[in-house]
């Protein structure tokens, strides 16, 4: 689910929409102050200066007619939509005043001829008018209707579909699927209760048949690392709970999120170029650090707390969280085995430049984890854009899952290019490199990930991508060959 940068609010795509609009503290409502008052001058207002465009169309108002309306903090909101409200409130006030001048100032002769035009422009547009009015009274009939009719007044409904026709090296065509239905429900504009149903066709792909042949320790369902094929691979057909979440903002700057399915991918490790598997990549070694988002609980989901700290206006932000996969399981419980806390410092000096530092401390299949990562990202112009992820962590005690001690330091690194308006205007294309799992440890080779992608869109609902991803030493095993993998990715969103 994709960055745009990493705190676009739009609901580009479900999980991104998602994402941001639940932590995001810096998306906070304006002020909703309907009531409008008069004011004697134009200077009394705090957001119109000489300069604007318009300042001399509003000082005539109030010296020809003493009429100027404003809102009761003495600013005018120019450049603000105004409800149907506002816009009687004004208008009304404005008619009583020019009565008033015309009833008590006949021999003003700029009054007279602004009378003049106004009962000629009334009596030209007459018919228009009565036809803007029927208009208006038959929209505000179809907004009842659909007002009376809708999925709910506090939620909205929202579903991505993403399909993949799939082949390469050693494996026959297959068709992958998946989809999410997500419903965003906020109770007071300050908060996001997410619920997301996810199902699939237990799709497989080339990548992921090779990696399953051996222990599957870097496959997108790794012991180890999600860095297989495609992401969306192996997802359960039937309608399963993937995500649970609300978000609250105790302040402006600081929400907090509580929930029983969460993913860490949701809160840290954004990247703009990379964090999207139904926009841009599609493995999981380029949309997150696999030292810093743990598979086994990323994959899975599980209960905990999230925290971002963002003030406005400032170059720094904070995040945090603590999830625990079995987290309702009696036998582990919150403080269990495959349990994740992170933290992650974001510093952006500029629109171009954004640098996070991570530390994540984990217990998986009772091996002791804990990582150090780095992530940047650079935008060299409004179409083209670099990112890098790296980490390096320390893998203690014996692993139950390959039944063996671990005494292991690994590194991880990936680094990538995104490129839109390539050839065709609105299309996004990226390529990317990147090693998930360096170390001699564990196999007797570097498995190495190479993806390149090209977006199209088709229209505000539809895209299709080619993809074409190749995969060196396999699950770090130089036994098993290279393999190649083409995929045609389609994504309907809804």
């Given amino acids: 689910m994709q ?7 739009v609901f580009e795509s479900v999980g991104t929409s998602i994402q941001q609009v639940a932590i995001d503290p810096s998306i906070t409502p304006d002020p909703n102050l309907n009531t409008l008052e008069q004011l004697p001058s134009v200077n009394e207002l705090s957001d119109v200066k000489p300069s604007d465009w318009a300042y001399q169309a509003l000082k005539s108002l109030i010296e020809r007619y003493g009429v100027l309306s404003a809102y009761p903090n003495r600013t005018f909101r120019g450049n603000k939509p105004m409800t149907r409200y ?5 208008l009304a006030a404005t008619l009583d005043k020019v009565e008033e001048i015309l009833a008590n100032a006949i021999g003003d002769e700029y009054v007279r001829q602004d009378a003049i035009t106004i009962r000629r422009l009334q009596k030209e547009y007459a018919v228009i008018l009565d036809e803007v009015r029927k208009r208006i009274d038959t929209t505000e009939y179809k907004a009842a209707q659909l007002e009376a009719n809708q999925f709910s007044v506090t939620t909205k409904l929202q579903g991505q579909h993403v399909s993949g026709i799939t082949g390469g090296s050693s494996a ?16 007071n504009q300050k908060d996001v209760l997410v619920t997301q149903l996810e199902s699939g066709n237990n799709g497989g792909d080339a990548v992921g048949q090779e990696q399953r042949q051996g222990f599957n320790l870097l496959g997108s369902n790794g012991l180890f690392a999600n860095a297989g094929g495609l992401d969306y ?7 399963k709970l993937r995500r649970l979440y609300y978000t609250f903002r105790p302040q402006n700057d600081l929400a907090v999120t509580v929930g029983t ?12 170029y990379a964090y999207d598997e139904a926009i841009d990549f599609s493995s999981g070694v380029f949309l997150n650090n696999p030292l810093i988002i743990q598979n086994q609980i990323d994959r899975v989901g599980g209960a905990g707390v999230a925290v971002v700290w963002q003030p406005q206006n400032s170059q720094f932000a904070a995040r945090g969280l603590y999830i625990a996969a079995d987290g309702n399981q009696p036998n582990q419980g919150l403080w ?4 994740q806390a992170s933290v992650e410092v974001e510093y952006a000096p ?9 530390y994540t401390n984990a217990q998986v299949n009772d091996t002791d984890i804990n990582a150090l990562g780095f992530n940047a990202e650079y935008r060299l112009d409004r179409n083209t854009g670099f990112f890098g992820r790296v980490g390096y962590g320390s893998y203690q005690g014996f692993n139950t899952a390959i039944n063996r001690n671990l005494d292991a330091h690994p590194l991880s690194w990936a680094v990538g290019l995104q490129k839109r308006n390539l050839v065709i205007p609105g299309t996004l294309a990226g390529v990317a490199v990147g090693q998930p799992f360096v170390t001699g440890d564990l196999g007797n080779a570097t498995q190495t990930n190479f993806e390149a992608f090209y977006n199209l869109k088709l229209s505000d609902n539809i895209s299709v991508t080619p993809i074409f991803t190749v ?11 290279t393999i190649w993998q083409t995929t045609l990715r389609t994504v309907f969103s809804f």
């Fill in 336 to 339: 269990g085995d495959k349990r």
């Fill in 261 to 272: 399915k969460m993913s860490p991918r949701d809160f840290i490790d954004k990247n703009s």
């Fill in 471 to 481: 995969v060196t030493n396999p699950d770090n095993d130089k036994d098993n060959s």
């Fill in 350 to 358: 500029s629109n171009q430049l954004k640098l996070k530092v991570q």
């Fill in 3 to 9: 960055s745009q940068p990493n705190s676009a609010p």
């Fill in 172 to 187: 026959n065509s297959t068709i992958v699927s998946r989809t999410r239905l997500n419903l965003i429900t906020s109770f």
């Fill in 233 to 239: 691979t192996d997802v359960e057909s039937n309608f």
């Fill in 86 to 90: 506002e816009f009687a409130a004004a």
